[in-house]
């Protein structure tokens, strides 16, 4: 297959939203082709896009990390597309990391930005759906910024809550404290004037008993 340069830029919202529609129909039609045999890239090259693009949706974890075990160390006949095919196996699963689709998003960018002058050029299948994959990818990495966003969210909501509760925990067994203490403080004021009223009464009889003891002296005295 004859190469073609990969030079494109981004594309504005409407360009954008035209390639993601593209994108959808050829995906969707790669779901509805025959089951893809090759094993690794390594053993049918030549494969196309879709047929690697529907291997790579299939396969287990393990035979994708065995590919891409293969692709970093091959010496590819075609660098171009061995980057496009790496960008593909570390960001079609649904489950790709944050870095896998950095990774991925750098090497589409370098293949468009590079135009592969004075090498085999990007095959025109690759070429097309890698550029439209770039766009999805802006849009995954932006959902997957925004659910990180989301996430850090609710975990400050959440911890803002366990500390109310936290606060509203303690402002109760406060206020159980200060029901108690005053409840205390009532039953010693209590005790007290009791305590006085004991006192007081005997000064009363402390001071009749004076009283009685000097009369009785004034009527003993010649």
């Given at each position: 297959?004859?190469?073609?340069?990969?030079?494109?830029?981004?594309?504005?919202?409407?360009?954008?939203?035209?390639?993601?529609?593209?994108?959808?129909?050829?995906?969707?039609?790669?779901?509805?082709?025959?089951?893809?045999?090759?094993?690794?890239?390594?053993?049918?090259?030549?494969?196309?896009?879709?047929?690697?693009?529907?291997?790579?949706?299939?396969?287990?974890?393990?035979?994708?990390?065995?590919?891409?075990?293969?692709?970093?160390?091959?010496?590819?006949?075609?660098?171009?597309?061995?980057?496009?095919?790496?960008?593909?196996?570390?960001?079609?699963?649904?489950?790709?990391?944050?870095?896998?689709?950095?990774?991925?998003?750098?090497?589409?960018?370098?293949?468009?930005?590079?135009?592969?002058?004075?090498?085999?050029?990007?095959?025109?299948?690759?070429?097309?759906?890698?550029?439209?994959?770039?766009?999805?990818?802006?849009?995954?990495?932006?959902?997957?910024?925004?659910?990180?966003?989301?996430?850090?969210?609710?975990s400050a909501v959440q911890s803002a809550e366990d500390r109310l509760a936290e606060l509203q925990q303690r402002y109760h067994l406060l206020s159980a404290t200060l029901v108690s203490q005053q409840r205390d403080n009532e039953e010693l004021r209590q005790r007290n004037a009791v305590i006085q009223g004991q006192l007081d009464a005997l000064n009363g009889i402390e001071r009749q008993l004076i009283q009685q003891g000097s009369g009785?002296?004034?009527?003993?005295?010649?």
């Open positions: 297959m004859k190469g073609v340069r990969c030079n494109q830029g981004w594309a504005p919202p409407s360009r954008r939203a035209a390639r993601l529609g593209v994108l959808a129909l050829l995906v969707a039609l790669a779901g509805c082709s025959s089951p893809v045999v090759f094993t690794t890239s390594s053993l049918a090259p030549e494969q196309d896009a879709l047929a690697y693009f529907q291997w790579i949706r299939g396969a287990s974890a393990d035979a994708r990390e065995v590919e891409l075990a293969a692709l970093r160390a091959a010496v590819p006949v075609n660098p171009a597309q061995q980057q496009a095919k790496l960008a593909m196996l570390l960001s079609v699963p649904a489950a790709a990391s944050e870095a896998a689709l950095a990774e991925a998003s750098e090497l589409l960018r370098g293949l468009q930005a590079a135009g592969h002058d004075g090498g085999p050029g990007l095959p025109a299948d690759y070429q097309l759906f890698t550029t439209l994959w770039l766009d999805l990818l802006a849009v995954r990495v932006e959902l997957q910024q925004l659910g990180s966003e989301q996430q850090r969210t609710v009785r002296a004034a009527g003993s005295s010649p």
